[in-house]
């Protein structure tokens, strides 16, 4: 269980580093080939951030979206709502506390996965 959460701690990390350096450095692409259809890339070609580059032929009408990526990105959001809903269900969270011999792994568990969101505190003078 600590190696996940090292784990989980060390990709943390290295996700705010690699958001770091998008915000302050350029990204050069440096793919040759489509990766559709592994011909040469020729003009108009589309690069994502994930580093698949297209041509915008071969995109047909999903432009906004790496074709590559997109249903590992769809397949993660859905778990994160599925996730998110549960976390609303406030019995199962101590059901699951209480029947683990180590609560913080629970609780740790959740916040890895981005079910525990910050919350606001209402102003004192607020009804």
């Keep these: 269980m600590k190696r996940d959460f090292l784990f989980i701690q060390e990709e943390t990390e290295l996700m705010k580093r690699e958001i770091e350096d998008l915000k302050t450095n350029a990204k050069v692409f440096q793919l040759s080939k489509c990766t559709a259809c592994t011909f040469t890339l020729d003009l108009p070609a ?13 995109l047909g009408d999903n432009e906004k979206e ?10 993660v959001m859905e778990a994160k709502q599925k996730l998110e809903l549960n976390a609303r269900d406030h019995d199962l969270f101590f059901r699951q506390l209480r029947g ?11 916040f890895s996965k981005g079910v525990v969101s910050k919350t606001t505190i209402p102003p004192e003078n607020a009804p």
């Design 66 to 75: 790496c074709p590559e990526c997109a249903p590992e990105y769809r397949s």
């Design 100 to 110: 683990s011999k180590d609560g913080f792994s629970v609780v740790a568990d959740y």
């Design 46 to 58: 589309v690069h994502f951030m994930c580093m698949h580059s297209f041509h915008l032929r071969c």
